[in-house]
């Protein structure tokens, strides 16, 4: 099992930049890949980047904005959002996958990914 904190959620303005990061402890090698999802209120949880250990995936909504990376040497993934709009807030969430899995519609789905974090709150104030 994977652990996963995430931190760097506040409250910004619209265009504002933001960097989420995610720490994973535990069982960490077997990690294939570390997403990123939110979830606004009343609505469902979405996926909105993914990270796997020979490319990165985003959704259309965040493409061109968000970036995600990754430090193994700080078993840490990052979510660096810019131009950030009242359509992105949100509690976003981290996850870990180990099941292997090819393709364009890997990595992309919740049930894909076996650990979560707690989340971490990005308001945006228009």
């Known amino acids: 099992q994977v652990q996963l904190v995430e931190s760097g959620g506040a409250l910004v303005q619209a265009g504002d930049s933001l960097r989420l990061s995610c720490v994973a402890s535990?069982?960490?090698?077997?990690?294939?890949?570390t997403g990123w999802f939110r979830q606004a209120p009343g609505k469902e949880r979405e996926f909105v980047a993914t990270i796997t250990r020979s490319d990165s995936r985003y959704s259309d909504a965040v493409k061109g904005r968000f970036t995600i990376s990754k430090d193994n040497t700080k078993n840490t993934v990052y979510l660096q959002m810019n131009s950030l709009q009242a359509e992105d807030t949100a509690v976003y969430y981290c996850a870990a996958a180990r099941g292997y899995c090819s393709g364009y519609g890997c990595y992309r789905t919740s049930n894909q990914f076996d650990d979560w974090g707690q989340g971490t709150q990005v308001t945006v104030s228009s």
């Open positions: 535990g069982r960490t090698k077997s990690t294939l890949a």
